[in-house]
């Protein structure tokens, strides 16, 4: 039986930009969180492409036909509707999916589009913590903030960061003060560049001023990629019966995971 005040911890995946590798961050992180005995469910909020679906059901048929008993969270997909009468019910119907699940879980992730949608704006609503992960280019730091290169100067925030400031502003409207947004590197290119440094000083200094922490993050590692065609995850080479060694790439991998966890949950 669930306890009724028992709530999870909502924790949405979220830029208004794709390719940052936001599904990736997602698996790893529930994996992270079922490995250390929470409860964890999963919601693809970007249905129509469903990369964290695919990831998801890559790690059930790996482990269907290898016999193999990994970790794998329960997993809800919401599909956007073609029909812009329908929005309404399919909010109700989200609203309803997650008070349902909340009591049930320790911890619930969401995935969101690339693109800003009624869902991608939907599933901000119900965030505890949020995660937005950006790649080391002056592309993605625009999401942010509006940047004068020449004087380091902040001049406008960025569109995301207009967006997420709303979304505070109507999470503290409903009672919830605090949120707690993270900005973490994701798909960072191995070699330090004057770019690179750039990006990363910027997002350091301007946390303070629009509310989110900046922790570094995650390395670009082809093992990503070739571990998601199985639905694995750098933290099950060493789970029994999978026989699997562990390069260098892999426990480095491991380690930025950890990391980046405990950076988003200490």
Same mark, same amino acid.
């Given at each position: 039986?669930?306890?009724?005040?028992?709530?999870?911890?909502?924790?949405?995946?979220?830029?208004?930009?794709?390719?940052?590798?936001?599904?990736?961050?997602?698996?790893?992180?529930?994996?992270?969180?079922? +490995?250390?005995? /929470?409860?964890? &469910?999963?919601?693809?909020? #970007?249905?129509?492409?469903?990369? %964290? $679906?695919?990831?998801?059901?890559?790690?059930?048929?790996?482990?269907?036909?290898?016999?193999?008993?990994?970790?794998?969270?329960?997993?809800?997909?919401?599909?956007?509707?073609?029909?812009?009468?329908?929005?309404?019910?399919?909010?109700?119907?989200?609203?309803?999916?997650?008070?349902?699940?909340?009591?049930?879980?320790?911890?619930?992730?969401?995935?969101?589009?690339?693109?800003? +949608?009624?869902? /991608?704006?939907? &599933?901000?609503?119900?965030? #505890?913590?949020?995660?937005?992960? %950006? $790649?080391?280019?002056?592309?993605?730091?625009?999401?942010?903030?509006?940047?004068?290169?020449?004087?380091?100067?902040?001049?406008?925030?960025?569109?995301?960061?207009?967006?997420?400031?709303?979304?505070?502003?109507?999470?503290?409207?409903?009672?919830?003060?605090?949120?707690?947004?993270?900005?973490?590197?994701?798909?960072?290119?191995?070699?330090?560049?004057?770019?690179?440094?750039?990006?990363?000083?910027?997002?350091?200094?301007?946390?303070?001023?629009?509310?989110?922490?900046?922790?570094?993050?995650?390395?670009?590692?082809?093992?990503?990629?070739?571990?998601?065609?199985?639905?694995?995850?750098?933290?099950?080479?060493?789970?029994?019966?999978?026989?699997?060694?562990?390069?260098?790439?892999?426990?480095?991998?491991?380690?930025?995971?950890?990391?980046?966890?405990?950076?988003?949950?200490?």
């Amino acid at each position: 039986m669930s306890d009724k005040n028992h709530h999870a911890h909502i924790i949405v995946i979220g830029n208004e930009k794709g390719g940052t590798g936001k599904s990736t961050i997602a698996m790893h992180l529930a994996i992270k969180l079922l +490995n250390e005995g /929470f409860s964890v &469910a999963t919601i693809d909020f #970007d249905g129509r492409q469903g990369s %964290l $679906s695919k990831y998801i059901q890559n790690r059930k048929n790996f482990c269907t036909q290898n016999n193999l008993h990994l970790g794998i969270p329960e997993h809800y997909i919401v599909k956007p509707s073609s029909d812009y009468s329908k929005i309404p019910d399919d909010l109700n119907r989200i609203h309803n999916l997650i008070m349902d699940i909340r009591n049930q879980y320790d911890a619930i992730i969401i995935d969101t589009p690339g693109n800003r +949608n009624y869902l /991608f704006e939907a &599933a901000h609503q119900y965030a #505890d913590t949020l995660i937005t992960p %950006l $790649s080391d280019s002056l592309v993605d730091l625009g999401a942010i903030a509006d940047i004068d290169i020449a004087t380091s100067r902040v001049k406008t925030p960025g569109h995301y960061a207009d967006f997420v400031w709303e979304v505070k502003k109507s999470l503290a409207s409903n009672g919830k003060s605090y949120l707690n947004w993270i900005v973490c590197g994701n798909k960072i290119s191995p070699t330090r560049s004057r770019n690179r440094e750039f990006v990363f000083s910027q997002l350091e200094n301007i946390g303070k001023t629009y509310g989110f922490r900046f922790y570094h993050g995650l390395k670009d590692r082809v093992i990503y990629k070739e571990l998601f065609l199985e639905g694995l995850t750098v933290l099950d080479m060493n789970q029994p019966g999978l026989n699997r060694r562990m390069s260098t790439s892999h426990l480095a991998a491991k380690i930025e995971i950890k990391n980046l966890a405990e950076f988003i949950c200490p």
